[in-house]
């Protein structure tokens, strides 16, 4: 697993070579890898060549340009990023078998042999319409339809290296690291507290605040759960792997949150069986955990006052 900074990688230079890097990477740790002691995953190495490049701070790419999280231009910047990410990964796999002159175990039987993996995409035919995304997204090299058609066929001729390209970690500990955002998740709060083991209590404010992000971060305990969901559905169509989707339930949900629940109320299994279900039809693969939110739990009083806690 590896994931980019999406914050950096929107103002690289040069993307497509940074994501050919990231995937000759990760290609090979998975060719390295040596584990005799489990054959079966030595056995799925040799064979598929899988690797998972995902993404974390897209909550803080947002803010950083003066987007909400869950708002339409969200979306349409969480796509053209994932699409171009799928577009470059695509293309240096194929490059690899080229070079290898191999391909990842039983490609001819694949939807990639016959080209239907990228029907959805090509039917799709995305395009960034916001002139702020435009603008924002203007040093990524975003695929056109005909880009995906002649990669189609390029790949129909060539094959690839590796059978599984993509997946979204969790990236909870490494976003720490880096102080970036985690995962595409929005932010628990602006300023977290954590108790590590050999530090003790630790202070992570999230980024960019000093560049003016901080009226564009909100709590994802304060977010109605289907907008994360559909950000999550709208990366889905170009990962081929699973994504870590965590949702978050205040245990009070306020009113006016969730239609069906006009009025307020105790979070019940029944609100999550319906996001459950939502995510279901937007075609989310799987559903990583479910987190509660309480005053005296999760959520510590350094909340209510994000300004004077760090």
Not at 22 to 41: C, F, H, Q, W, Y
Not at 47 to 61: N, S
Request: charged share 25%; glycine share 6%.
């Amino acid at each position: 697993l590896g994931s980019s900074i999406m914050s950096n990688l929107i103002d690289a230079d040069n993307f497509a070579l940074s994501v050919e890097t990231m995937i000759r990477g990760l290609s090979n740790v998975a060719d390295e890898v040596d584990v005799k002691e489990v054959p079966t995953i030595q056995n799925g190495n040799n064979k598929y060549h899988a690797v998972g490049l995902g993404v974390m701070d897209a909550h803080g790419a947002m803010a950083k340009h003066g987007i909400f999280y869950g708002e339409d231009d969200s979306l349409e910047m969480v796509e053209a990023y994932f699409s171009a990410l799928r577009y470059q990964a695509l293309k240096t796999s194929m490059n690899i078998a080229i070079e290898k002159n191999e391909r990842f175990f039983e490609f001819d039987k694949s939807a990639y042999a016959d080209g239907s993996a990228f029907n959805h995409i090509i039917e799709r035919d995305f395009k960034i319409t916001s002139p702020k995304v435009k603008e924002i997204m203007s040093k990524v090299p975003v695929p056109t339809k005909e880009d995906w058609i002649k990669l189609a066929e390029e790949i129909k001729e060539n094959g690839l290296y590796n059978a599984y390209l993509m997946a979204l970690a969790p990236t909870g500990s490494i976003s720490y690291v880096r102080g970036v955002t985690a995962s595409l998740q929005p932010i628990v709060q602006k300023v977290e507290e954590r108790q590590e083991g050999k530090t003790g209590k630790t202070f992570y404010p999230a980024p960019y605040m000093e560049d003016g992000a901080l009226p564009y971060y909100k709590s994802a305990y304060e977010i109605d759960m289907r907008k994360m969901i559909d950000i999550y559905a709208v990366a889905q169509k170009y990962v081929d792997q699973g994504m870590s989707l965590t949702l978050f339930m205040p245990s009070e949900i306020p009113a006016g949150m969730y239609e069906w629940k006009p009025n307020g109320g105790a979070y019940t299994t029944r609100d999550l069986s319906i996001l459950r279900n939502y995510a279901w039809n937007s075609g989310i693969k799987s559903i990583y955990y479910v987190r509660t939110f309480t005053q005296d739990g999760e959520v510590s009083n350094v909340n209510m006052c994000e300004s004077c806690s760090v």
